[in-house]
């Protein structure tokens, strides 16, 4: 007889848009918390000196490849736990927990492997002055032997949501960011540990979050109980998971790529224009999590609607999380675009021209924001109708057909405006294709339901 989970009720019955607010306040909050820890990062770090913020800058795409990986699994593991749901295949609800905890573990533990033996590689192919290199294979380093924090959070985050119990990772992250902005400049000026203080701080908080999600789960707060004793029998479900969640790794993936070229192109312009771009790309992710908080509510409702073969409910989600994540991000770029000299100044080391570059560039990043939110909504409505390879050819394109030759090319015609120019550009085309891709599939889904 199969394990009995609680049925969420309210993913197939409550309002739509009460829904998704019910289900995104929590993970939007989430989202800010994750990418509040960099910004903190920066905002203590540069008052070192301007080589440890650029140190801390150039180890951000490995941290981006963790959140990555960690979000790939969860996500693959939370849109099918969604949809088990929906379709009330309990035990298999529970054995889908499973393969996501040792998918995982499997993770965590090539980026411990790479912390230990390939972070001083990553950094000797970027940079060869010494204060940059040492620290930043000082945080690295404590970053990625940490990471079990990161990966547990995420995995437990993610269970927790598609069950509907998203209320409880509100609290752990806010915990977990409070923690963050106390420890950072008790380990970073108070115990005298420098850039290393900033890894320090950041790894143990989430340590400390994913220890309370844990707490959470085996106090019950969730019904899914994870399995893992037939994990190795389901190869087919491991493939499910990687798969389903290979659109957010390709997000992820083609972001540190595209850092590692933008710090590149920058530093033709010098080290400064490097800490000048860090900012503006941190800055302008702070709001993209608010896009990402949001998506990641649309899908388990999404899925649970796809799996009890609702449509109707689906496409209202889907108009629904557009419309809300994009007016969201409209509002915030507004603010970003006005206040992007005094952002730049709180966050950067007291040097005009790293004020005025950094500035320029948050305002084109901010220029992207709203044509963002819709590429990652429609990625997560292919996502959670698992049609992965839609989802992927989106975010790939944007990234690297895009953007990335764009961050080659127009450099060469228009100096650092070419620089600046190439994000919201890019996303500006992603944004077309992305219109195309959504409208193609409502269509097809209206005439197959008319059938």
Not at 251 to 257: E, K, T
Request: include cysteine.
């Amino acid at each position: 007889m199969e394990t009995k989970l609680r049925t969420e009720n309210k993913m197939g019955t409550m309002p739509v848009g009460r829904l998704l607010a019910n289900m995104a306040l929590p993970m939007v909050i989430s989202m800010l918390v994750q990418a509040l820890y960099n910004v903190v990062d920066s905002v203590y770090v540069s008052r070192v000196s301007e080589n440890a913020l650029t140190a801390v800058s150039m180890a951000f795409p490995i941290q981006n490849l963790m959140i990555g990986f960690s979000t790939g699994v969860g996500v693959g593991m939370n849109s099918l736990l969604s949809k088990c749901l929906g379709s009330r295949e309990y035990d298999r609800g529970n054995l889908t927990a499973g393969n996501g905890l040792v998918l995982s573990g499997i993770c965590c533990l090539l980026f411990m492997l790479f912390g230990a033996f390939g972070a001083g590689v990553f950094f000797r192919v970027q940079t060869d002055i010494p204060e940059i290199l040492t620290g930043g294979v000082e945080y690295l380093q404590i970053c990625t032997l940490f990471s079990f924090g990161i990966f547990g959070e995420i995995l437990f985050e993610r269970l927790l949501q598609a069950t509907g119990r998203t209320l409880y990772t509100m609290i752990t992250q806010g915990v977990g960011a409070v923690l963050n902005i106390v420890l950072d400049p008790l380990f970073i000026y108070t115990l005298g540990m420098g850039i290393r203080g900033a890894g320090a701080a950041t790894a143990l908080s989430q340590v400390m979050v994913w220890a309370a999600l844990l707490w959470f789960y085996v106090r019950g707060k969730t019904s899914v109980r994870i399995s893992v004793r037939q994990v190795a029998r389901t190869p087919r479900m491991v493939k499910l998971i990687f798969t389903t969640g290979f659109p957010s790794l390709c997000r992820h993936c083609g972001n540190a790529l595209a850092t590692i070229v933008l710090n590149r192109a920058a530093g033709g312009f010098g080290d400064a224009a490097i800490a000048a771009f860090s900012i503006a790309s941190r800055v302008s992710g702070l709001a993209l999590s608010v896009s990402i908080g949001f998506v990641q509510g649309l899908q388990p409702v999404a899925g649970y609607a796809h799996g009890s073969k609702d449509h109707a409910r689906l496409k209202s989600a889907f108009r629904f999380c557009c419309a809300a994540s994009m007016s969201a991000l409209t509002a915030l770029a507004v603010i970003i675009a006005a206040a992007a000299p005094w952002i730049v100044r709180m966050l950067s080391p007291s040097d005009g021209g790293l004020v005025e570059t950094g500035a320029a560039g948050l305002r084109a990043a901010s220029i992207a924001l709203p044509f963002t939110t819709f590429i990652n909504c429609t990625g997560t409505l292919f996502q959670a109708i698992r049609e992965s390879a839609r989802s992927s050819a989106l975010v790939l394109g944007k990234q690297v057909c895009i953007y990335i030759p764009l961050l080659l090319a127009l450099p060469r015609a228009w100096s650092m405006n070419g620089l600046m120019a190439a994000m919201p550009l890019a996303d500006a085309l992603g944004f077309l294709a992305a219109l195309w891709m959504a409208r193609s599939y409502f269509r097809r889904a209206q005439h197959a339901a008319a059938l």
